[in-house]
């Protein structure tokens, strides 16, 4: 496949570092593979079951009874959460949300894992996909929403729902940790098959000190990153990126970026693989040359 913003061999050779584990990087490892880029990977931050399972617990128990008018999903880590407390209940992610409950979410990606899943989603934004964009989409009316999230979210889409007058009930779904997570702890890699029944082979994986070779050496040509999270250890472990290109998944992760001082090369206007394939196309389509 070519995208108009990534034309034809604008990839190839081009050695791209993502900077998740091999199981979420799948998808974007193989168009870019598909493209003629070679993709790596250095998995940097992960993610744990919520210490207050007791309090989770009593938020997804009144979210099933129907004490809930919206359930806002604002990432795919909240939806493997889901798919985890389903599994512990002997039930499905969809037994968990009642008829009567709309489903919120802030991107394609989450829309397609909730809907493979079973859970139908009624509003998700198309052209800002963010907490920003659901924010702007959101009709102000005096709901009650359960906004399960990470325990670093930030505040804005909370706030933003609550300024259109839902009352939101919080809840800490996961906390985000450095890479690997504890065993013991760590949310299941995959909620559901990948959509559309796609397989996608796993994308070498870089050590911390094979990554760092690589950028000294001036042999990585971009790195991606796909949340604030992930810019600050990237700032916090892999600097300085030499003539490595930093992508940001977003504006959030963006502005992250720019507020650690790392220069962002370019920002993907969707969190899709097209999107950021579209990304890395507009920063290297005027340079002429393939590594």
């Not at 394939?277 to 005027?286: I, K, Y």
Request: charged letters at 20%; proline letters at 9%; hydrophobic letters at 50%.
């Amino acid at each position: 496949m070519q995208l108009p913003d990534a034309p034809a061999g604008v990839l190839n050779g081009r050695r791209v570092l993502i900077t998740r584990s091999a199981d979420r990087a799948r998808p974007l490892a193989s168009l870019l593979g598909s493209l003629g880029a070679e993709p790596l990977v250095l998995p940097l931050i992960d993610f744990e079951r919520a210490a207050d399972q007791p309090g989770l617990d009593d938020a997804l128990d009144a979210l099933a009874a129907g004490a809930f008018d919206w359930l806002v999903v604002s990432s795919i880590t909240t939806v493997r959460m889901l798919v985890e407390k389903a599994a512990e209940r002997g039930t499905t992610p969809a037994a968990l949300v009642p008829a009567g409950t709309r489903v919120a979410t802030i991107g394609p990606s989450s829309r397609q894992t909730l809907e493979a899943v079973g859970i139908p989603v009624a509003l998700a934004p198309v052209d800002i996909q963010s907490a920003e964009g659901l924010v702007d989409l959101w009709t102000a009316a005096p709901e009650s929403v359960l906004l399960p999230q990470a325990d670093i979210a930030a505040t804005a889409l909370r706030d933003g729902l609550a300024a259109k007058g839902a009352a939101v009930t919080a809840v800490v779904a996961y906390h985000t940790v450095d890479f690997p997570a504890r065993p013991e702890l760590r949310l299941a890699a995959e909620p559901a098959p990948a959509v559309g029944g796609a397989v996608h082979e796993a994308p070498r994986e870089l050590s911390p000190s094979q990554a760092r070779r690589e950028l000294d050496g001036g042999a990585i040509d971009a790195v991606v990153a796909a949340s604030p999270s992930a810019a600050r250890r990237i700032a916090a472990t892999l600097l300085p990126l030499g003539s490595c290109r930093f992508i940001a998944i977003g504006r959030p992760t963006a502005a992250e970026a720019a507020a650690l001082g790392i220069p962002v090369a370019a920002t993907a206007k969707v969190p899709t693989p097209d999107g950021i394939v579209a990304a890395l196309g507009s920063v290297f389509a005027n340079e002429g040359t393939t590594r």
